[in-house]
């Protein structure tokens, strides 16, 4: 008597659209193996999907066959050769591998004797219409989702702060958690107008009863369907696209645009922070000598220390030392002086934008002060009710804490406003030294402000023949500190000398060119933010 393994296979929907249950593909087996004296050695009953052998029950079927002391099956039996398998290309492969175990696949429905090459041609058919059926299935439901998608339907699980719900007249949508969409307004909100953290603002909101993963939070901001729009994929050729939803939207368009602008400045700011390096200050900016592509720059490990080279990765070998190239580098931005009337204009801006920036110290003063006596009357009330037992000692442990933390950074803000209030005229004063020595400014300032006084003063395009600089300082920087043509720009901000006549320089308003007027302007306010910015920080 030969002996077999039933497999009865189903997936959700052919058992609620075909009826193929388990029971009676069963029962059908059953009959078969009495009718035809095969002795069943175990059932294997399968709720999963046929595109791959990637199923639990099978892949315990198989490890039982690969156990040499195992008792195995002369064949496995199904109904069809769909429950076997949906892949044609999959399926040949677990026949011939259960042939290596000695064992049989056969559809009892669509019976094949894969011992005569010709019936191997109707198990391609059989085979591949089920796979054709799977696959334009696929594409039937990719379709519907699209269109659904296009006409502003949400076809998946909504985000945090909606539900899916089913109306009386059964039409399903999508409506709003308002316990939940009250943390998405607050979170959107916070975002915008805070200076903190992401990250501390997530904690924050977890202390208040946000229930939220640290990456789903992160998707909450960026996604727009808070707003009412929803995103809609690439698909058969139609470029991605967003659309207005039929939902209700939580925030409004205007909201969530001013957080994506905050997070896209804060990322483009972690970017100058983690790619920018200060060893290699002019790492795509340099022209390859050889190849005319950019150079870039990495370091190699030598006995004792990292050595920084500049190299091209265009697949050309140039390569020099980075050390040597800084040096020369630093050798120019010292040639750099300004002229006593130009050193007077940059004073003046200098003045003009610490008044703007910092001018108002004395009532940030008095606001901080104010903030400090509401935190403190907030922990006195807090400690009252703690000791009445109206609140729990960790929630007032929380508020404490909070309070403290607040105070702290308050304090530190006192500090730096009295700071700004009585140096005023030493950092005006070590700005003007600083401005006859730029190179001291490049290694004393941060890396964010060097990368920006770099992309000031220099071309876009640095050339560098292997020995000395081609061109280095872009014409506005070369005016300004008259390595070209001298240049003065008066009190009204307006004209600027660009003639010299035996030596003596004067105003000349016939040839002067308003737009490298406002160029230069433009130059000395953002120099003197520099400058202003590297002297107050180490304060």
């Known amino acids: 008597m030969s002996t077999a393994a039933l497999y009865i296979r189903v997936s959700t929907d052919e058992q609620a659209q075909k009826g193929y249950s388990q029971k009676i593909q069963y029962e059908h087996l059953q009959k078969f193996c009495l009718s035809n004296k095969i002795e069943v050695l175990t059932v294997i009953q399968e709720d999963h999907s046929a595109k791959t052998f990637n199923r639990p029950q099978w892949s315990c079927f198989i490890k039982h066959l690969e156990n040499k002391t195992s008792i195995k099956p002369d064949q496995v039996l199904f109904t069809k050769w769909d429950r076997f398998s949906r892949n044609a290309a999959d399926a040949y492969y677990m026949i011939e591998k259960l042939k290596k175990f000695s064992v049989q696949a056969y559809a009892i429905d669509q019976p094949l004797d894969l011992s005569i090459p010709e019936n191997k041609i109707m198990l391609a058919i059989y085979l591949s219409t089920s796979e054709v059926e799977n696959d334009r299935r696929s594409i039937n439901v990719k379709q519907g989702i699209h269109r659904a998608k296009q006409s502003g339907r949400c076809t998946n699980r909504p985000p ?210 104010s903030s400090i006596d509401q935190i403190t009357e907030r922990l006195v009330r807090a400690k009252t009710l703690a000791v009445e037992n109206k609140i729990t000692s960790e929630d007032f442990q929380l508020i404490k804490t909070d309070c403290e933390r607040k105070i702290n950074l308050l304090g530190l803000e006192i500090k730096n406003s009295t700071v700004i209030i009585s140096k005023a005229n030493d950092i005006i004063t070590d700005a003007m030294k600083k401005l006859q020595d730029l190179n001291s400014v490049l290694n004393s300032c941060t890396p964010e402000l060097m990368k920006k006084l770099i992309d000031l003063i220099c071309e876009k395009q640095v050339t560098f023949d292997g020995i000395k600089f081609i061109s280095l300082l872009n014409a506005t920087t070369k005016n300004v500190f008259g390595l070209n043509e001298f240049v003065e720009i008066n009190h009204n901000r307006g004209l600027f000398i660009k003639t010299e006549i035996a030596g003596k320089y004067f105003i000349d308003q016939k040839h002067s060119n308003c ?23 180490k304060y």
């Open 160 to 369: 945090y702060g909606y539900k899916n719900i089913t109306l009386l007249d059964g039409t399903k949508t999508i409506t709003t958690i308002e316990s939940e969409a009250k943390f998405v307004r607050k979170i959107f909100e916070c975002v915008a107008k805070s200076d903190q953290s992401i990250q501390s603002i997530y904690r924050a909101f977890l202390l208040q009863g946000l229930k939220c993963s640290r990456n789903n939070f992160w998707l909450i901001l960026r996604n727009p369907f808070y707003c009412g729009f929803i995103t809609v994929p690439a698909h058969e050729g139609d470029k991605p696209q967003i659309i207005k939803g039929l939902h209700e939207e939580i925030i409004s368009e205007e909201l969530f645009n001013r957080v994506k602008l905050v997070l896209t400045e804060r990322q483009r700011a972690q970017y100058l922070k983690v790619r920018f390096n200060p060893l290699l200050p002019l790492r795509r900016l340099l022209q390859c000598p050889l190849c005319g592509k950019r150079l870039t720059g990495s370091h190699s490990k030598g006995k004792l220390k990292h050595y920084y080279y500049y190299h091209c990765s265009n697949g050309c070998s140039y390569r020099i030392r980075a050390d040597y190239l800084n040096g020369l580098f630093s050798l120019e931005i010292q040639k750099m002086h300004c002229s006593e009337k130009l050193s007077n204009q940059f004073k003046t801006n200098a003045e003009i934008l610490y008044e703007k920036k910092f001018g108002r110290a004395h009532i940030d003063q008095k606001n901080i002060f």
């Open 515 to 537: 737009d490298e007027n406002q160029n230069i302007q433009s130059f000395l306010d953002s120099l003197s933010e520099i400058i202003l910015q590297t002297i107050i920080s």
